[in-house]
């Protein structure tokens, strides 16, 4: 496949992802801890949402599971200097 045209589709697919997480929760449910930022609340919510729903689409599911093959064969490598 081109590399243009998969950027492509990887942005359609994100994009798709975070409309998806504004429709389904039109009022975002922030619980504001004492001490924490209302903007470090609104991350981890649609942090957390965005993984969830990025484990349903085909591309994603595949580019994540391709990175953390190669980070579990990065992370076997001796790093010795």
Not at 1 to 18: G, T
Not at 27 to 37: H, N, T, Y
């Amino acid at each position: 496949m081109e590399i243009k045209l998969f950027e492509e589709l990887i942005k359609k697919e994100i994009s798709a992802v975070i409309i998806k997480i504004f429709d389904d929760v039109p009022r975002l449910p922030i619980d504001v801890r004492q001490g924490e930022r209302v903007g470090d609340a609104i991350s981890k919510f649609i942090e957390s949402k965005f993984v969830e729903y990025t484990q349903k689409t085909f591309l994603l599911q595949r580019i994540t599971s391709i990175s953390n093959r190669e980070n579990k064969k990065s992370m076997g490598r001796s790093n010795i200097l």
